[in-house]
T-cell receptor, first 110, second 112 residues
Framework: NAGVTQTPKFQVLKTGQSMTLQCAQD?????MYWYRQDPGMGLRLIYY???????DKGEVPNGYNVSRLNKREFSLRLESAAPSQTSVYFC?????????FGPGTRLTVL | KQEVTQIPAALSVPEGENLVLNCSFT??????LQWFRQDPGKGLTSLLL???SQREQTSGRLNASLDKSSGRSTLYIAASQPGDSATYLC???WGGGNKLTFGTGTQLKVEL
């Protein structure tokens, strides 16, 4: 079992460019999440999907969109990247309570 | 709004020492509390999950306690080893457990 996988591992964008971060889990979990981690601020929830077909905003959703493609996959899209979106992005999944995290995507927006 | 605080931000101890990491939260109406470990440049590894109805959980040399009424949790690490060096994060679950609010972590260094 790979657990939670994320692609790409690293990405550099120019301001205004768009991109999609991919996440997949093979644990048959119902819920999936996207977080961002910034120095001194801890991890903050961007969006989550409690089950296939549903998505909800978290603490910092502005500038992002998500798609729950199927039970396994949950993508995060930046339509017009801004330097403030420079961060490390983590995807996570859970069935009931315990959340399991992917290795992260380090994104730099110039 | 739930706020989670971890003190100290950094801690350095000699190998073999027993140590306690602290986590406090402002709203006691929590669903659960989870402790994670994060190595530099890596993702988060779940260490322990405590349900709101529980007082503590143990895994190997790790013991986590929860006191909802005082808004506090502690992670006890026995006989620390250099391999325990990492950042330890606590996260409080709320909203049915779907949402986690994280602390900013304690960076632990265990020296030989």
């Amino acid at each position: 079992n790979a657990g939670v996988t994320q692609t790409p591992k690293f990405q550099v964008l120019k301001t205004g460019q768009s991109m999609t971060l991919q996440c997949a889990q093979d644990m048959n979990h119902n819920s999936m999440y996207w977080y961002r981690q910034d120095p001194g601020m801890g991890l903050r929830l961007i969006y989550y999907s409690a089950s296939e077909g549903t998505t909800d905003k978290g603490e910092v959703p502005n500038g992002y969109n998500v798609s729950r493609l199927n039970k396994r996959e949950f993508s995060l899209r930046l339509e017009s990247a801004a330097p403030s979106q420079t961060s490390v992005y983590f995807c996570a999944s859970s069935d009931w309570d315990e959340q399991f995290f992917g290795p992260g995507t380090r994104l730099t927006v110039l | 709004k739930q706020e989670v605080t971890q003190i100290p931000a950094a801690l350095s101890v000699p190998e073999g020492e027993n140590l306690v990491l602290n986590c406090s939260f402002t709203d006691s109406a929590i669903y659960n509390l989870q402790w994670f470990r994060q190595d530099p440049g890596k993702g988060l590894t779940s260490l322990l999950l405590i349900q709101s109805s529980q007082r503590e959980q143990t895994s190997g040399r790790l013991n986590a306690s929860l006191d909802k009424s005082s808004g506090r949790s502690t992670l006890y690490i026995a006989a620390s080893q250099p391999g325990d060096s990492a950042t330890y994060l606590c996260a409080v679950g709320w909203g049915g457990g779907n949402k986690l609010t994280f602390g900013t972590g304690t960076q632990l260094k265990v020296e030989l």
